[in-house]
């Protein structure tokens, strides 16, 4: 529900080990952050992964001005969450473009590792109109799938909405 140029991903400064770079979402991370801020309290046991480290760096500096640097511990990667379970689990993709280009987010394998750590809850944070266009079409079809799926038995949300939704929450609003 936002344009173009508030939801893209841009290189990171950090090399990565699977790609040249890495990559930074503001506003996913912004909204990782609420997320993560307003359920912390209700799931003690939480973690947020990303793909990217650059990404991670983001998302544990805001974590760490709401949170405390604690708090920072669980932000990682997927290869950090390696056999490890949490409460809640809050994934974020971080690509965002018009190319449908989503790097190593096509491993299938780490992203069944990331889905799979959370024991109550499960929020994933992420640029439908990328995912679902991603030039790697074996995971373009999960995410088509995954996505009518939440729809019929889930729960899809828009980032604004989201964001209005933890704002009241963090007010004390039901």
Request: glycine share 10%; with cysteine.
């Amino acid at each position: 529900d936002q344009p173009e140029g508030r939801r893209r991903e841009r290189r990171g400064r950090q090399s990565e080990e699977w790609e040249a770079h890495g990559y930074v979402n503001e506003l996913e991370a912004a909204l990782i952050t609420q997320i993560v801020t307003v359920c912390a309290d209700a799931y003690r046991d939480w973690a947020v992964i990303v793909p990217y480290r650059a990404q991670v760096d983001r998302v544990r500096e805001l974590i760490t001005m709401s949170l405390g640097g604690e708090a920072a511990e669980s932000v990682g990667t997927v290869d950090a969450f390696q056999g490890g379970e949490r409460d809640l689990i809050v994934y974020g993709c971080t690509r965002s473009n018009a190319r449908g280009d989503i790097g190593f987010l096509s491993e299938l394998r780490r992203f069944n590792v990331a889905v799979t750590r959370a024991r109550r809850q499960l929020v994933l944070v992420g640029d439908i109109s990328t995912l679902t266009r991603a030039s790697d079409k074996p995971f373009a079809d999960l995410m088509r799938h995954l996505i009518g799926y939440l729809r019929d038995n889930g729960d899809i949300r828009a980032s604004g909405e989201i964001a209005a939704r933890l704002r009241m929450l963090a007010k004390g609003h039901p």
